[in-house]
């Protein structure tokens, strides 16, 4: 159906030099090769269109009789008898006025409109709006570069919503009263089927120069910044990108400017650059693409970009997914001292699996600053940023809220003021499944997170692990909440986190509070001073330092916190973390993503709940060994006696082979397994 209903069509086909209709191979800018109809002055105003497939198709075109048509020979511009033919020939309309465009009897749908210029240059400008379209008017017109079709420069894009059958009117004019006249080389009409309502942009920056149309993995944009711009005219929630690796600056110099991210855009890293699905693009990481702030000198940090990412008003629906944000530096006055990475204002997008490294700002929110909104960050890692003279050396919330964070790693980052890795003013949060280690606070509480403000503005902090997080003030080396502002802690480990208070640990150092009005509740969640050590496999990891990306806080076969937490207090998956569409289920995986609940036979249940039990912290303890089927950490007997009982019993337990079914193929797998001892 949205093949019948898409179309091209090229303007002034039998005129001068630029004769002809492009040939059916020629896809343009919308990427759909085949037939074009050609309208020349021997055409009536009105045309039967025949769709891509040559048919006849029902659908009319009525151009307007105003103007002149033209022609121009400039074969430098084009690919053959593709692009020329389309550019070359045109309707002219050399004074103020506007030609009208209108396609007839299309059924409902939603549409994209593909209109070019003429053969552009320098100083040639032609507007365009389509009447109904979400889409701004846009100008058209420039230099061509390699041949290529660039929005802005060779044609404009709009989008529009048919609720019925009807029509689509498009209307071009002239720039200015300046630059009255207006000129129109053809139009594509795309209809977007239902599987997929949002035009796609292909960007490469690892490929060579030359042709660039964005349609596919082999005519990608280069510049990043291209698909953004258009995308902002088009909206965003019409729009995604797909980057493939490669490191892309938003400016060559310019500090000042970012990548704006329009509302309602879905933009995705880390693909090799021939995937056809965001499935096939597996872990992002392993093709790292890089938003960088590294602009100007190469060898130096003090001239990179004052926000590397920026998005005001942005949607719950606006996504940036598989992306490393690094190297901003946001240390002037007027508005650019915050936010190095991310500067967010008014919006709720969602960041996932995304990393903010080394991102430096003089106040506010070095990885991110978010000023009111609701923003998200799913598995994600916020390293070594550093809010040199105030709060919040990953992320600062300022009003608006929650900030709502889920799976993601927070490691080493730094606060002149409060807040080493989160810093929440006036503002609700909610923390789940999440490690923070080595953060520091320099002169104010919250080695890892600090909630202040008022009551109501609280945060929840649920099957996380905080470690070695420091404050160097008597204010909390965990968690620090004042001012009416509350911490329900879950399910959770606080352990090894100081401040500078005396050299001994207590509950003070793991969360601090400085009046009546704020209280913790520490349900079901170990605080070092109060509770057994966790027992971590090995905490200060190999490097023998604490607080350092290395650090292993999952938990040995002997810890305390295994099968010792509270279903009730897991936290539902609003977030998605784990992918599946499903947001009402409770939190399904550990930060490893493995599953949340796993029973251990060898622990007793001394948590709160129906078996499985979840474990305390961001880790669930799993062994990988089939036979050790107690999870002691040894095989032995037992294992064999365990599993024999279940297996007899035909409980699910004894599926070891994970088919669904209890059989004779899960007991040879176990006892292959137990042979070999693993």
Same mark, same amino acid.
């Given at each position: 159906?949205?093949?019948?209903?898409?179309?091209?069509?090229?303007?002034?086909?039998?005129?001068?030099?630029?004769?002809?209709?492009?040939?059916?191979?020629?896809?343009?800018?919308?990427?759909?090769?085949?037939?074009?109809?050609?309208?020349?002055?021997?055409?009536?105003?009105?045309?039967?269109?025949?769709?891509?497939?040559?048919?006849?198709?029902?659908?009319?075109?009525?151009?307007?009789?105003?103007?002149?048509?033209?022609?121009?020979?400039?074969?430098?511009?084009?690919?053959?008898?593709?692009?020329?033919?389309?550019?070359?020939?045109?309707?002219?309309?050399?004074?103020?006025?506007?030609?009208?465009?209108?396609?007839?009897?299309?059924?409902?749908?939603?549409?994209?409109?593909?209109?070019?210029?003429?053969?552009?240059?320098?100083?040639?400008?032609?507007?365009?709006?389509?009447?109904?379209?979400?889409?701004?008017?846009?100008?058209?017109?420039?230099?061509?570069?390699?041949?290529?079709?660039?929005?802005?420069?060779?044609?404009?894009?709009?989008? @529009?919503?048919? %609720? &019925?059958?009807? #029509?689509?009117?498009?209307? !071009?004019? =002239?720039? $200015?009263?300046?630059?009255?006249? *207006?000129?129109?080389?053809?139009?594509?009409?795309?209809?977007?089927?239902?599987?997929?309502?949002?035009?796609?942009?292909?960007?490469?920056?690892?490929?060579?120069?030359?042709?660039?149309?964005?349609?596919?993995?082999?005519?990608?944009?280069?510049?990043?910044?291209?698909?953004?711009?258009?995308?902002?005219?088009?909206?965003?929630?019409?729009?995604?990108?797909?980057?493939?690796?490669?490191?892309?600056?938003?400016?060559?110099?310019?500090?000042?400017?970012?990548?704006?991210?329009?509302?309602?855009?879905?933009?995705?890293?880390?693909?090799?650059?021939?995937?056809?699905?965001?499935?096939?693009?597996?872990?992002?990481?392993?093709?790292?693409?890089?938003?960088?702030?590294?602009?100007?000198?190469?060898?130096?940090?003090?001239?990179?970009?004052?926000? @590397?990412?920026? %998005? &005001?008003?942005? #949607?719950?629906?606006?996504? !940036?997914? =598989?992306? $490393?944000?690094?190297?901003?530096? *946001?240390?002037?006055?007027?508005?650019?001292?915050?936010?190095?990475?991310?500067?967010?204002?008014?919006?709720?997008?969602?960041?996932?699996?995304?990393?903010?490294?080394?991102?430096?700002?003089?106040?506010?929110?070095?990885?991110?600053?978010?000023?009111?909104?609701?923003?998200?960050?799913?598995?994600?890692?916020?390293?070594?940023?550093?809010?040199?003279?105030?709060?919040?050396?990953?992320?600062?919330?300022?009003?608006?809220?929650?900030?709502?964070?889920?799976?993601?790693?927070?490691?080493?980052?730094?606060?002149?003021?409060?807040?080493?890795?989160?810093?929440?003013?006036?503002?609700?949060?909610?923390?789940?499944?999440?490690?923070?280690?080595?953060?520091?606070?320099?002169?104010?509480?919250?080695?890892?997170?600090?909630?202040?403000?008022?009551?109501?503005?609280?945060?929840?902090?649920?099957?996380?692990?905080?470690?070695?997080?420091?404050?160097?003030?008597?204010?909390?080396?965990?968690?620090?909440?004042?001012?009416?502002?509350?911490?329900?802690?879950?399910?959770?480990?606080?352990?090894?986190?100081?401040?500078?208070?005396?050299?001994?640990?207590?509950?003070?150092?793991?969360?601090?509070?400085?009046?009546?009005?704020?209280?913790?509740?520490?349900?079901?969640?170990?605080?070092?001073?109060?509770?057994?050590?966790?027992?971590?496999?090995?905490?200060?990891?190999?490097?023998?330092?604490?607080?350092?990306?290395?650090?292993?806080?999952?938990?040995?076969?002997?810890?305390?916190?295994?099968?010792?937490?509270?279903?009730?207090?897991?936290?539902?998956?609003?977030?998605?973390?784990?992918?599946?569409?499903?947001?009402?289920?409770?939190?399904?995986?550990?930060?490893?993503?493995?599953?949340?609940?796993?029973?251990?036979?060898?622990?007793?249940?001394?948590?709160?709940?129906?078996?499985?039990?979840?474990?305390?912290?961001?880790?669930?303890?799993?062994?990988?060994?089939?036979?050790?089927?107690?999870?002691?950490?040894?095989?032995?007997?037992?294992?064999?006696?365990?599993?024999?009982?279940?297996?007899?019993?035909?409980?699910?337990?004894?599926?070891?082979?994970?088919?669904?079914?209890?059989?004779?193929?899960?007991?040879?797998?176990?006892?292959?397994?137990?042979?070999?001892?693993?």
């Amino acid at each position: 159906a949205a093949f019948g209903q898409s179309f091209n069509v090229d303007l002034n086909v039998s005129a001068g030099t630029g004769a002809g209709v492009p040939t059916a191979s020629f896809p343009g800018a919308a990427g759909q090769s085949r037939f074009w109809n050609g309208i020349s002055t021997s055409n009536n105003a009105v045309t039967n269109l025949a769709d891509l497939f040559g048919a006849s198709s029902g659908v009319t075109f009525t151009r307007d009789v105003v103007g002149t048509w033209a022609s121009a020979d400039d074969a430098g511009i084009g690919l053959g008898t593709g692009m020329s033919h389309l550019l070359e020939d045109y309707q002219f309309l050399p004074v103020a006025g506007t030609m009208t465009y209108t396609f007839g009897n299309l059924q409902p749908g939603t549409y994209a409109v593909y209109t070019y210029a003429k053969r552009p240059g320098a100083t040639t400008q032609s507007k365009v709006a389509v009447t109904g379209s979400v889409s701004s008017e846009q100008a058209v017109g420039g230099t061509v570069v390699n041949g290529s079709l660039l929005p802005g420069t060779t044609h404009s894009i709009h989008i @529009v919503t048919l %609720a &019925s059958t009807g #029509s689509i009117e498009i209307k !071009v004019s =002239g720039v $200015s009263s300046t630059a009255p006249g *207006a000129t129109c080389g053809g139009i594509q009409l795309r209809k977007l089927p239902a599987s997929q309502q949002r035009i796609r942009f292909y960007v490469d920056g690892g490929l060579a120069a030359g042709y660039e149309d964005g349609a596919s993995w082999l005519t990608a944009f280069r510049d990043l910044q291209t698909p953004l711009k258009q995308s902002a005219l088009t909206g965003g929630d019409w729009c995604e990108i797909w980057c493939a690796e490669h490191t892309y600056t938003p400016a060559a110099t310019d500090r000042s400017i970012s990548f704006q991210i329009p509302s309602g855009l879905r933009l995705f890293g880390g693909f090799a650059g021939d995937e056809s699905s965001t499935e096939d693009r597996g872990d992002p990481w392993s093709h790292p693409t890089v938003l960088s702030g590294n602009v100007g000198a190469t060898n130096s940090s003090l001239d990179n970009s004052y926000h @590397v990412v920026r %998005a &005001s008003g942005a #949607s719950a629906s606006t996504l !940036v997914d =598989g992306f $490393s944000i690094v190297s901003g530096r *946001a240390d002037q006055a007027g508005g650019q001292n915050t936010g190095g990475g991310a500067l967010i204002n008014l919006s709720s997008l969602q960041f996932r699996k995304c990393r903010f490294r080394n991102n430096y700002s003089v106040f506010y929110g070095a990885g991110v600053f978010a000023d009111a909104g609701s923003p998200s960050f799913v598995n994600c890692e916020f390293y070594g940023n550093w809010a040199e003279n105030a709060s919040g050396g990953a992320i600062y919330q300022k009003f608006g809220g929650p900030l709502r964070i889920a799976g993601t790693r927070f490691v080493q980052n730094q606060a002149g003021d409060e807040g080493g890795a989160v810093m929440l003013f006036n503002a609700a949060g909610t923390v789940a499944g999440s490690f923070f280690t080595g953060n520091v606070s320099d002169f104010g509480g919250g080695g890892a997170i600090r909630c202040g403000g008022g009551d109501g503005f609280d945060v929840t902090i649920s099957d996380c692990t905080l470690y070695y997080n420091r404050s160097l003030q008597s204010k909390g080396g965990g968690v620090y909440v004042s001012y009416g502002a509350d911490a329900n802690i879950h399910n959770s480990i606080l352990w090894a986190n100081l401040d500078n208070s005396a050299g001994i640990f207590h509950e003070q150092q793991a969360v601090g509070e400085v009046d009546d009005e704020s209280f913790v509740d520490y349900a079901f969640t170990t605080v070092h001073g109060l509770h057994q050590d966790p027992k971590f496999v090995d905490a200060d990891g190999a490097d023998n330092q604490p607080g350092t990306p290395d650090d292993n806080c999952r938990l040995q076969a002997i810890s305390p916190c295994i099968d010792f937490g509270a279903n009730a207090f897991i936290p539902a998956d609003v977030l998605d973390v784990d992918g599946d569409g499903d947001t009402a289920e409770a939190y399904p995986v550990d930060l490893d993503g493995r599953p949340r609940r796993i029973q251990v036979l060898a622990v007793d249940d001394l948590g709160e709940g129906d078996a499985p039990l979840v474990d305390r912290g961001c880790y669930e303890r799993v062994t990988d060994c089939i036979a050790d089927f107690d999870g002691s950490g040894f095989v032995d007997i037992e294992d064999f006696n365990i599993f024999v009982g279940v297996f007899e019993a035909g409980e699910l337990l004894a599926d070891v082979d994970a088919s669904g079914f209890v059989d004779l193929d899960d007991y040879d797998t176990f006892v292959n397994a137990f042979e070999l001892g693993c």
